[in-house]
């Protein structure tokens, strides 16, 4: 019976542990750079898995080195436009943006793999859009913010991402594609932090928030 539900209890976990991450991202983003907080997020979250799952990854690491890289390019974009977008809204908007991930996901595989949606599906994207719409549109004027429209962004990618690994997880070992895709993100957000951004003096409060976006909101919780 628990093994039925296994599947939804892991993604359940995953939506607790991830519910929290948009205030600490929030508050990070105070003192760290966008890109400075994703390179130490998948760098702390490569090193989890890595010495988790090294016989594996030394194993299947040749095969899955593409498709790793593929989908870690689709993560790298749907991460800087996610925190950059958190720097310019709220953790509730933000949260409730990314949730629109879902609703893409249905529409990405009914247009990339011609998945028909049945009626339940149809209405279920069109009620998940207005409800959204109605949480998050702000009132007045009708303007698209800098914040709305990266979060926007990076709820496509998200989906894209969720629709790309569920097709590839299908072919490759699940381990070392996660531990690639997180190297990948962590190499490119490296490169790309702007001179002078590193201050060095964090306290015990950023690396505790530091530690909780690396092992449990990213290398446990992408995993799942």
Do not use: D
Not at 5 to 13: E, I, N
Not at 15 to 43: C, D, N
Not at 203 to 216: C, E, F, N, R, V
């Amino acid at each position: 019976m628990l093994k039925n539900h296994k599947p939804a209890l892991l993604l359940l976990a995953t939506a607790m542990i991830w519910g929290g991450t948009f205030i600490i991202v929030k508050q990070s983003l105070t003192i760290l750079h966008p890109l400075e907080i994703i390179a130490y997020r998948f760098t702390l979250a490569f090193l989890f898995l890595v010495l988790l799952y090294w016989r594996q990854v030394r194993r299947n690491w040749r095969a899955t080195l593409r498709p790793g890289i593929g989908l870690g390019l689709i993560l790298t974009v749907a991460f800087v436009t996610q925190t950059i977008g958190l720097k310019y809204t709220s953790p509730s908007l933000s949260a409730l943006l990314t949730g629109l991930n879902a609703v893409l996901v249905a529409l990405l595989e009914a247009i990339v793999y011609r998945k028909r949606l049945s009626r339940f599906a149809i209405g279920g994207v069109l009620t998940a859009t207005l409800g959204l719409a109605l949480l998050t549109w702000p009132a007045g004027e009708i303007h698209l913010e800098t914040g709305l429209i990266f979060t926007l962004a990076a709820a496509l990618f998200f989906a894209w991402h969720i629709v790309a690994t569920g097709q590839t997880v299908i072919h490759h070992n699940p381990q070392t594609l996660t531990v690639i895709q997180f190297a990948f993100v962590a190499l490119i957000s490296w490169c790309f932090i702007p001179a002078g951004s590193f201050l060095w003096q964090y306290t015990l409060k950023t690396w505790s928030a530091l530690l909780y976006l690396s092992i449990p909101a990213t290398g446990i919780a992408f995993f799942c």
